[in-house]
């Protein structure tokens, strides 16, 4: 198992639990306005982290703790995420699955078979600029409706959330993706900030009325869309 980071206690990250949070390494997207490049873009570097590490933390911190968060990089990619998710499950937890969205089925057996309690899903932009945004000239467009379908069908609690970068993004981005997740029940959209770990870094981030411009643009399809780390 890539596990290439772990957080003990994250008061963010999973939406009313206090929980920890695992990152593993790999992902099949290149977004340039990614913050965690480490993860991406080198995925095997010794992190110094095990499961045989993690497990015995997280259970000394069952008293403290209501869930774990499996983020990345695209925790999909990772051929031991069901028996990751298996371990935390067999300590109590709840697990809450950060995802782009490109492995639908593997999403649908998780939930399936109760390995998964959240899902968020990652939406980079309107479908037709998924190339531009995730840095990959061909990304499975039809996998990440079938992901996104299958959470509005209602089977598990999921939110949708967008990283917003002024350069990147546009009204016309918005007003598509509203038509696309039509009656969301929980979207998001957050402001960039830029760092030295981002990818490729240099962008900027929108300002509050900018945000509160792009949110008003989704609302008529996305009622329940809102802002995420703006005062």
Same mark, same amino acid.
């Given at each position: ?13 999973? +939406? ?26 080198? +995925? ?57 969205? #490109?492995?639908? @089925?593997?999403?649908?057996?998780? @939930? ?12 980079? #932009? ?21 992901? @996104? ?54 962008? #900027? ?27």
């Amino acid at each position: 198992m890539n596990i290439q980071g772990f957080t003990k206690t994250t008061l963010l990250d999973y +939406p009313g639990k206090i929980a920890a949070v695992i990152f593993l390494g790999g992902c099949n997207f290149r977004c340039p306005f990614c913050h965690n490049s480490s993860l991406v873009l080198s +995925p095997d570097q010794p992190s110094g982290y095990s499961l045989e590490d993690i497990l015995p933390i997280l259970e000394k911190r069952r008293n403290l703790l209501d869930g774990v968060c499996i983020s990345g990089g695209e925790p999909t990619l990772d051929p031991d995420l069901t028996a990751l998710c298996k371990s935390i499950k067999s300590l109590g937890f709840s697990i809450k699955l950060d995802t782009n969205g #490109t492995n639908p @089925a593997l999403l649908k057996e998780l @939930a399936d078979n109760r390995l998964i309690d959240y899902v968020a899903m990652d939406i980079k #932009t309107s479908l037709q600029n998924y190339p531009l945004l995730t840095g990959v000239s061909h990304p499975d467009i039809n996998k990440i409706r079938q992901s @996104a379908q299958w959470l509005l069908a209602g089977s598990i609690p999921f939110e949708f959330r967008t990283t917003v970068v002024r350069e990147l993004h546009s009204d016309e981005d918005f007003i598509e993706i509203g038509r696309w997740l039509a009656g969301a029940p929980q979207y998001y959209l957050q402001v960039y900030q830029d760092s030295a770990q981002v990818i490729h870094p240099g962008f #900027t981030p929108c300002s509050k009325s900018e945000m509160e411009h792009f949110l008003e643009l989704l609302r008529p399809a996305v009622p329940s869309a809102l802002l995420r780390g703006i005062d």
